[in-house]
Structure formats: structure tokens, C-alpha cells
């Protein structure tokens, strides 16, 4: 074992940034075939490069067996601060392309599914208007998945419900390290298959309804207790018939399946009506059940992708 201890001087004169790129994909893939596969180098070459790595720290990184490899305990300290170090790699040439072309880059998405069905859609579709050659990586997830990932680096951008004040975050992340921005409320409305026999009615009322098959959110979606409040002003219990789902996709296909009558979210609503694809019922305006906006890291710079993503998103709502 060395004696001696590591220096930022030592470091930048000993590691290299190739030798970072390989570790990671090696993590990611899981095994050094299938890294070398993705990197376009030989297996031996992509060995090496992590043998001259573990030989210069003085520790193995992984535990090499015939089914792949897993990181050590060392391994994983390694990994989060090379990860750092290659998000900032990927920052600086990001900005450097956008500086040189400002058409190019690269930018990591999380998403909630609410906002998968139409805001985001909608906001890449207004990125490669005016930036085409922006690489877009989406990612659908939870808050206790996509908050923690934002906060390492792994995503560049939250998109969905913005956590309430007060509210605790997910998976230990520190409030502080996130800056949530807000671009409209979000409310819910009735919402049929255009081929429903209730589709042209006019002056329902939710008493008129309740007996309908119904879709409803999840109980441990942020939309339930706006759901049940809207049951609850009329004096009505919950109906009988029910599918829980906050699945967009899921919810438009029982829609056309089945005569039912669902709870969904207004702006995808709109843009679905819009298309000819299903009709809001009247029955007048729901309150607002939560704000719908982006998360970024207040740690770090957005990368100059990320930031006409986020201009993009803006123009959506």
C-alpha cells in the first residue's frame, strides 16, 4: 500500500480523463465485453485501461467474475466523484458545442408520467424547431427516483409536479440543493371518448355521472385528494366502479375501449381534445391540486442544452 496521500496535483498529473470514461462504462454495462462494445475499443484495450487505473490507486475497483463485475466498496467511492467529474466533462462540451455551432448538445430529462403525455412532448418537439441537433435522453420516474438522480448529476432536468412548501424531499435530498420553478397550476377535468353517448351533453352534473365507470387517480397520486374533494363537495361517495391509474397511455386506451368517463389532468385534456381524441364534459372549472413546472440543481450550472430545453418548456404552457 502507498504511503503517501493523494494531491490534486498528483491526481491531474496521473489520472486520465479516458481512463474515466472506460471505468464508467464498465459500471454501466456491467461487464468489460459489453463496455467494450459500446466504447468501440477491444476488450484487452478496455482492460488495460482499468488494470493502469487500479494500479495507479492502489486498489481494486471491481470484483471480476465469470458472470461480469461489481464495483468494491472502494469502487463506489471511486464512482460517485468520477461521475462528477464526467458530468462536468460533458458540461464543458456542451458549452463548447453550443458556443462553436449552438445547435448541439446533450440533455438528461426526468420526468413525472403526468408530464410525460404532453408537456414534455411538446417541449422537445419546440427544442428541434430551433436547435435540431440536441441529443434529448428522457427518463419517467417518481420523485423518490428522479430528485436524488438530479441531485448527482444524472439528470439535468425534473419536469411534473413541483413539491408542495414544506413538504419533505424524497430520498434524503437536501431542499437547498434543488430550485423548483413554477410554470402553471394544475387542475383535473371529466373528460369522455369522443364516441361517448355523453360527449355532447351539455349541463352535466357529477350527480348525473357517478353511476358511470370511472377512472380515477392512484390513492398515492397527488391528484387523489382533489378527486375525492370533488366527490365530497357533491355529497357523494366515491363510485362503485373504479380503475385507479395515473397512466396517460393506460387511460386512453380504456377510453376507447370502454364507455367510461375519467379524471385527467387539464392541460392533457385540452391538447388531447384538441386532436379529435376525447371531449371535456361542463360541469364547470375543478380547483388547482398542485403547481406543474421544472427542478434544477442549485449546485450546478445548467449546461447551455439544458437551458434551451428549459426555454422550450416555457413556450409549451
Same mark, same amino acid.
Not at 9 to 34: N, T
Not at 39 to 48: D, E, G, M
Not at 64 to 88: D, N, Q, Y
Not at 185 to 208: I, K, N, T
Given at each position: ?14 489520472? &486520465?480523463?479516458?481512463?474515466?470514461? /472506460? ?24 482492460? &488495460? ?17 465469470? &458472470? ?5 466498496? %472502494?469502487?463506489?467511492? %471511486? ?28 440533455? /438528461? ?81 371529466? /373528460? ?38 370533488? %366527490?365530497?363537495?357533491? &355529497? ?12 396517460? #397511455? ?35 372549472? #375543478? ?8 427542478? /434544477? ?21
Amino acid at each position: 500500500m502507498r504511503n503517501f496521500k493523494q494531491s490534486r496535483l498528483s491526481l491531474a498529473r496521473s489520472l &486520465k480523463l479516458s481512463q474515466l470514461v /472506460v471505468f464508467e462504462a464498465v459500471v454501466s454495462a456491467g461487464s468489460i465485453l459489453a463496455a467494450s462494445r459500446e466504447l468501440a475499443l477491444t476488450q484487452p484495450a478496455v482492460s &488495460k485501461s482499468l488494470h493502469e487505473l487500479e494500479r495507479y490507486l492502489d486498489q481494486d475497483l471491481f470484483v471480476r467474475s465469470k &458472470k461480469g463485475v461489481a464495483l468494491t466498496e %472502494f469502487g463506489r467511492l %471511486f464512482e460517485r466523484h468520477a461521475r462528477t467529474m464526467l458530468l462536468e466533462l460533458r458540461c464543458l462540451s456542451d458549452g463548447l458545442n453550443a458556443w462553436q455551432m449552438g445547435v448541439s448538445g446533450h440533455v /438528461v430529462v426526468g420526468t413525472l408520467i403526468t408530464a410525460s403525455a404532453v408537456l414534455v412532448p411538446e417541449a422537445i418537439h419546440r427544442l428541434h424547431e430551433a436547435a435540431p441537433d440536441v441529443e434529448v435522453e428522457v427518463r419517467v420516474g417518481t420523485h423518490s427516483t428522479l430528485f436524488p438522480a438530479l441531485t448527482r448529476g444524472d439528470l439535468d432536468v425534473v419536469v411534473g409536479y413541483l413539491p408542495r412548501d414544506n413538504e419533505p424531499m424524497p430520498g434524503l435530498v437536501q431542499p437547498d440543493r434543488l430550485h423548483h420553478q413554477m410554470l402553471y397550476d394544475e387542475a383535473l377535468c371529466v /373528460v369522455v371518448d369522443r364516441r361517448h353517448p355523453l360527449a355532447a351533453r351539455q349541463g352535466l352534473s357529477l350527480r348525473e355521472l357517478h353511476d358511470q365507470e370511472w377512472i380515477l387517480p392512484t390513492p398515492d397520486s397527488v391528484a387523489y385528494s382533489a378527486a375525492c374533494a370533488m %366527490f365530497d363537495s357533491e &355529497k357523494l361517495p366515491l363510485p362503485a366502479r373504479v380503475v385507479y391509474s395515473v397512466s396517460v #397511455l393506460t387511460n386512453m386506451g380504456l377510453l376507447r375501449r370502454r364507455p367510461m368517463v375519467a379524471l385527467m389532468p387539464h392541460l392533457a385534456a385540452q391538447r388531447f381534445e384538441e386532436s379529435g381524441l376525447l371531449s371535456r364534459l361542463s360541469l364547470g372549472p #375543478l380547483e388547482a391540486f398542485a403547481a406543474v413546472g421544472y427542478s /434544477v440543481s442549485s449546485h450546478r450550472q445548467p449546461s447551455a442544452a439544458c437551458q434551451r430545453f428549459i426555454e422550450a418548456l416555457r413556450a409549451s404552457v
